[in-house]
T-cell receptor, first 113, second 113 residues
Framework: AQSVTQLDSQVPVFEEAPVELRCNYS??????LFWYVQYPNQGLQLLLK??????LVKGINGFEAEFNKSQTSFHLRKPSVHISDTAEYFC???????????FGGGTRVLVKP | DAGVTQSPTHLIKTRGQQVTLRCSPK?????VSWYQQALGQGPQFIFQ???????QRGNFPDRFSGHQFPNYSSELNVNALLLGDSALYLC????????????FGQGTRLTVV
């Protein structure tokens, strides 16, 4: 079975400052990794995914994440946040393409002016 | 492309009643998964349907059941509703296995009173 831990439940950050959201996972098999964003009263939107290949993955809206197999981590970063990045962010894993997603508890990002 | 559509958007039911939620997948997608997202938590996998069969199931009681139709749309049924069933129910569709990406709908907010 897989599990995902998002180490920060809330991250306040000033506009134009960088942000890093931490995600650690555990699994007995190789996994695929995802970051999703959820804006208030909406569903989930995929930011980026790691399936294989380069460990640095670039996504939409200027986000990127780095897969670290030895640390079993998949941290999400953005060099300069905007007010519109205020949302909840979820890290997720699956053991195969099309398989069920196991989500972390989420990190709420609040961007302050 | 309408993406994944769910209906209704909001629903209020009384404890003990039964509810049916509906999902139309993104065009070209043949796999539908359902997730329950309690307030302040990450989504939890309920089950997945492919070719009208339940292919995977999460740790949910038999009160939760589903169906997939030949046009790939899906229903989630919950019997004998409990207060704890109050949550956002998310439908996700996927199709191209190699991409490993699930597209989510806006969700149905179920409140059990």
């Amino acid at each position: 079975a897989q599990s995902v831990t998002q180490l920060d439940s809330q991250v306040p950050v000033f506009e134009e400052a960088p942000v890093e959201l931490r995600c650690n996972y555990s699994s007995s098999v190789s996994v695929y990794l995802f970051w999703y964003v959820q804006y208030p009263n909406q569903g989930l939107q995929l930011l980026l995914k790691y399936l294989s290949g380069s460990t640095l993955v670039k996504g939409i809206n200027g986000f990127e994440a780095e897969f670290n197999k030895s640390q079993t981590s998949f941290h999400l970063r953005k060099p300069s946040v905007h007010i519109s990045d205020t949302a909840e962010y979820f890290c997720a894993v699956s053991k195969a393409a099309g398989n069920k997603l196991t989500f972390g508890g989420g990190t709420r990002v609040l961007v302050k002016p | 492309d309408a993406g994944v559509t769910q209906s209704p958007t909001h629903l209020i039911k009384t404890r003990g009643q039964q509810v049916t939620l509906r999902c139309s997948p993104k065009s070209g997608h043949d796999t539908v998964s359902w997730y329950q997202q309690a307030l302040g938590q990450g989504p939890q996998f309920i089950f997945q349907y492919y070719e009208e069969e339940e292919r995977q199931r999460g740790n949910f009681p038999d009160r939760f059941s589903g169906h997939q139709f030949p046009n790939y749309s899906s229903e989630l049924n919950v019997n004998a509703l409990l207060l704890g069933d109050s949550a956002l129910y998310l439908c996700a569709s996927s199709g191209e296995w190699v991409l490993g990406e699930a597209f989510f709908g806006q969700g149905t907010r179920l409140t059990v009173v």
